[in-house]
């Protein structure tokens, strides 16, 4: 990293037409009571999801990989803040009231993302399940009849098209590389497969959203989800975990305590001096 | 951890438009050619630079020695004949 020679620029920090959390809080788009319902929900899934993977920032095996798991934390960051800055328009509620000022019952993000980060493997394992959820989830709903929804679905697929990538090369490299190696992918498979029917379980809000075209059953993206997985999986010599599901806590954190040790880290220091900036 | 084998180090080259040339942007580890790529998007094309980007094996770099500068590069300075310098405008030749 030491030069950075690439003809103008190293100054060049251009947006391109990229979509922006501000330009959502600018549409003037106003969520209904159940839009902004599932817009936080996707938007909790990515929060906890890009927590978690920010606990890697300077812990990462390689400084490479480090940078590696961080844009991918920042990339999940970024689609929370279009989804809660889209979800607080029916509240009146910005993306930090959000984050920040929801108590651990008031989220509802599935299981799997919360997931402790374990080693490498584990981690890589999680992110296989979730990044393959999001992009059956995120290219169905650029058909929402939700303009806004489906703008921020077009921003966040071509991400989650690199996250899905980085946890198929790491899957193979794991799966195909050394006995450790392949010993720790399947561990993590292992540990993180019976959150996996959670992710794809339609919940009443799911259902009444879908009727009107603007959500996406979950239970709509399973089989291409399973099919894409197996895939992965086979190439690299591995096999899906025979293991029972979890039982469904239906997105409320029931039947787990993770969600409020993450919460804990994630909103102390906001409530300990509100309006903070930086 | 004392026998952990290090990742290869890469030389990445952007380029950053059509019509340019690929430049050297930096260097990086990784465990082959495909990861070495994947991470010379996150190191180096994060600020939109990029239509393009190379990596090559910094062992398949055969560099000149920093020490001989003197004698690598020295004798081309003093050899003015060797630039276009003395040529005169001819005139009525616009746009030069």
Do not use: C
């Not at chain 2, 290090?6 to 990086?28: C, D, I, N, T, Y």
């Amino acid at each position: 990293m030491s030069s950075f020679a690439t003809v103008d620029s190293a100054t060049r920090q251009t947006q391109g037409d990229s979509l922006t959390a501000e330009d959502v809080q600018g549409l003037g788009a106003k969520a209904s009571e159940d839009v902004a319902a599932y817009a936080a929900m996707l938007g909790d899934d990515a929060l906890m999801l890009g927590q978690r993977l920010s606990w890697w920032i300077s812990r990462a095996p390689e400084m490479e990989e480090d940078i590696a798991l961080a844009n991918i934390a920042l990339d999940l960051t970024g689609h929370t803040r279009f989804l809660y800055s889209y979800a607080g328009t029916a509240w009146d509620k910005t993306e930090d009231d959000l984050a920040y000022f929801r108590e651990e019952e008031e989220f509802r993000s599935a299981r799997l993302m919360e997931q402790e980060n374990g080693d490498f493997g584990q981690t890589i394992a999680r992110q296989l399940i979730a990044s393959y959820y999001m992009l059956g989830l995120y290219t169905a709903l650029l058909d929402s009849k939700d303009e806004t929804l489906a703008a921020i679905a077009a921003k966040a697929v071509k991400e989650v098209e690199y996250h899905v990538d980085h946890a198929n090369q790491w899957v193979l490299r794991l799966g195909l590389g050394t006995e450790l190696s392949k010993h720790r992918i399947e561990e993590g498979l292992y540990y993180m497969w019976p959150y996996v029917d959670e992710l794809f379980e339609d919940l009443e809000l799911h259902t009444r959203l879908a009727e009107q075209g603007i959500a996406v059953l979950p239970s709509s993206l399973r089989a291409e989800f399973d099919e894409r997985i197996k895939h992965v999986l086979d190439t690299a010599e591995l096999e899906i975990p025979q293991t029972p599901q979890a039982m469904s806590g239906q997105r409320t954190g029931r039947f787990s305590e993770l969600r409020a040790y993450i919460l804990a880290e994630l909103q102390v220091f906001a409530r300990k001096h509100p309006g903070a900036t930086w | 951890m004392s026998d952990q084998q290090h990742w290869p180090m890469w030389e990445v080259f952007v380029r950053s438009s059509r019509g340019l040339s690929h430049v050297h942007a930096g260097s990086l580890h990784a465990p082959d050619a495909t990861m070495a790529l994947r991470n010379a998007r996150d190191l180096y094309t994060r600020r939109n630079e990029g239509t393009s980007v190379w990596v090559v094996p910094t062992e398949a770099v055969t560099a000149s020695d920093p020490d001989s500068k003197g004698g690598f590069f020295e004798s081309a300075s003093g050899k003015n004949y060797r630039h276009a310098t003395y040529y005169e405008k001819s005139e009525g030749v616009p746009h030069l």
